[in-house]
Structure formats: structure tokens, C-alpha cells
């Protein structure tokens, strides 16, 4: 702890009011030595520096924790959401959570680091839109039967849909899905070209069942721009469990995903030849895929696990493992119309293969 006082650089006068406090209820001579004559009226105000010594002792905690420089002109702030709380209050504690997570993001602005951290969450109604920079979208265990908050809306619309100012924006700990098996749960629609760049999604579940339904797991539709998006740590389940539809994807990217990373996610019973469950055919130029496990949804024909379109390019692919059962699939799970990616060891199976 000392060490972190020192590095934060805790101001003077803070720990000089913690300092007086202990002074003045430990010791009425003490309350005299620094000058105050009335032991009562000290301990209001050097309580109130003390309180404030506190506070600013936790965000400077917080925000040593978080990666964020104190002080800094990119301020931290703190929301919370229970969708169990009565009434949405302010957002800034728990016991004064906001109802839904649109409420929070819709505080959250361009010149801060928003936490958002989501207590529970069922359903939601609406579509949560990332239109501000550097929000954190944080989900925690709701209960035993949801692993994870669930943000799904109440009619065919994405769950999650990225504005033109939804930049460096970070989404981990939810299940998602969509208003039914026709729509997107993360959705990068047209109009984010302009933004929408170094986006992180993990720790998700992403088509859970019928609880969490969706037609593509996350897309970036033709028109819209998801550069340097990073995906991780997800796991997509398909038509098995009424999740992502029999003809979906879990992952499909049709615009722009310059230098995008999608990188150990678990993908079961998605992808299909004319639906792949990881399927580029946008303008992607350098993506990373690398140590995929996609359990695909049918030994039909080629490309089902991955597929490459032909503007896809200087990609690197590799450590991905595919698999319809036990063995080896009749048919290439890998597709690559382009002429300048590197594929690495990837595997149909226990197999080592180059794509078709």
C-alpha cells in the first residue's frame, strides 16, 4: 500500500488531515498543539478533510489499479447498474444504481474513463448503443442459472450496436443476444466508418440458447468499420441450444476490420459452407485468427470453420483447430480466396491442414 501512496503521490494536505484527525480524538492537548481551541468544532472540520483524504486516496486507488494516470486530463468515473434496485437512482454507488444499462451509458462522455459495472441484468428492452469513447461495459455473475447479465432486447434488434464514436470502447462478462435468430447481438452497422476502431469484446457468451438468441454472434456489416477490434475469450454456441441460427455466423466480418484480432474463442455447432463460423470477405486487411476451437454445425462442404474472402490480405492464421466429431471432416474446414495470408499449423481435426 505504501508503495502505491508513493507512486500516486498522495497531496500533502491529505494525509496531514488524517494525521490531525487521529490528533484530535486521540488527545485534547493534541487539538491545541495544532492551533484548535475547540475540540468539537475540530473534529467537524478535520473530519471533513479526513473524509475527503479518504475519497481522494480511493480514486487514486481505483485509477492506479485501472491504468489510469491521476491527474491526468482523462478523468475516471464509476457507474453501476441493478436491474433489481426499485427505482434508478444517480448510478454513482450501488445502493443508487441505474435500472438499465442505457441509462449509463447515456452519462458517460468523451472527456472520461467510464466504468461501467452491471450488478444484474435480464433482457433490457432496447438496443445498448456504444456511441461514446472509452467505456467499459462490465458485467458480473447475476446468478446460477445466467453465468453471466444478459443483455438481450425484447424485439428483433441487436443487443449491441456500435455508434461512429464508439472508440476503444471494452465489453467482458455478458451473455448477449439478440431479439430473435435475425438480428446481430453485437452489431457494427453502416455508419461506423468514421470510428468505431480498437474495440474489445471477451470474456463473453454470445448466442447462449433461446435466452440469448442471434443470427451472427458479432458483425460488421458491409458499409460499417470495426478497425483494430478485438475479440477474445468469447464462447458462441449455435443451433444445438437455440442460440446462433443453423444459417448464421459466429463471427462475420463484411466491412472494414483493418488489423482486427480474433484470438481463443470457442465456437460450438456454428458454421456452415455458406456460413462459415469465422467468415472475412470484407476489406480486411492484416487480421490475426489464431487458436480458434469451432466445433462447426456440418461436414457439407469446404470452409466451414473459416473462410477467407478474396479482399482479405496479409493475414496471419494459425493454431485454429476444427472439428465436426471425432475424426477428420471429409471436407476442408479452411477457405482462403486470397493470394497473400499466412497460414501457419492449423488443424481438421488432429490433422495439420492448409486451406482450400
Not at 450496436?161 to 446481430?184: L, P, V
Not at 462459415?276 to 487458436?291: K, M, N, R, Y
Request: glycine share 12%.
Amino acid at each position: 500500500m505504501s508503495k502505491i501512496i508513493e507512486r500516486l503521490r498522495v497531496p500533502a494536505a491529505d494525509s496531514d488531515a488524517v494525521r490531525y484527525m487521529r490528533d484530535v480524538v486521540g488527545n485534547k492537548e493534541d487539538a491545541a498543539a495544532v492551533g484548535v481551541a475547540d475540540t468539537t468544532s475540530s473534529l467537524v472540520a478535520y473530519g471533513k478533510q479526513s473524509l475527503n483524504a479518504i475519497n481522494s486516496l480511493e480514486t487514486a486507488i481505483q485509477s492506479y489499479v485501472l491504468g489510469t494516470v491521476v491527474g491526468s486530463a482523462m478523468a475516471v468515473k464509476f457507474w453501476f447498474v441493478d436491474a433489481n434496485i426499485t427505482a434508478s437512482g444517480a448510478g454513482t454507488d450501488p445502493s443508487i444504481a441505474f435500472k438499465t444499462i442505457q441509462e449509463a451509458v447515456a452519462v458517460c462522455t468523451t472527456s472520461t474513463d467510464d466504468w461501467i459495472f452491471v450488478f444484474d441484468y435480464s433482457g433490457g428492452g432496447a438496443t445498448v448503443t456504444m456511441g461514446t469513447p472509452f467505456v467499459h461495459l462490465i458485467g458480473n455473475r447475476a446468478s446460477k442459472a445466467m453465468p453471466y447479465p444478459r443483455i438481450m432486447p425484447a424485439t428483433a434488434i441487436p443487443g449491441i450496436t456500435f455508434g461512429a464514436g464508439g472508440d476503444r470502447c471494452e465489453i467482458a462478462n455478458f451473455t448477449i443476444g439478440a431479439g430473435d435468430q435475425t438480428k446481430s447481438a453485437i452489431s457494427f452497422p453502416v455508419g461506423t466508418a468514421a470510428g468505431a476502431y480498437g474495440n474489445h469484446i471477451h470474456d463473453c457468451v454470445i448466442g447462449r440458447d433461446a435466452n440469448a438468441p442471434c443470427l451472427v454472434g458479432i458483425e460488421v456489416v458491409s458499409g460499417g468499420a470495426a478497425p483494430y477490434l478485438l475479440v477474445e475469450n468469447n464462447r458462441f454456441y449455435g443451433s444445438a441450444g437455440a442460440g446462433i441460427a443453423a444459417a448464421g455466423s459466429a463471427i462475420r466480418i463484411s466491412g472494414n476490420a483493418t488489423r482486427c484480432n480474433i484470438r481463443n474463442n470457442y465456437v460450438s455447432d456454428v458454421g456452415r459452407t455458406a456460413t462459415p463460423a469465422l467468415w472475412l470477405d470484407g476489406a480486411v486487411s492484416e487480421p490475426q485468427i489464431e487458436f480458434n476451437r469451432i466445433k462447426t454445425d456440418t461436414d457439407t462442404g469446404t470452409g466451414s470453420a473459416i473462410t477467407l474472402g478474396a479482399s482479405v490480405d496479409d493475414g496471419w492464421i494459425h493454431g485454429n483447430v476444427a472439428s465436426d466429431g471425432k475424426d477428420s471432416a471429409s471436407n476442408n474446414p479452411f477457405v482462403d480466396g486470397g493470394s497473400t495470408n499466412g497460414w501457419g499449423v492449423n488443424y481438421d481435426g488432429e490433422a495439420a491442414t492448409l486451406p482450400a
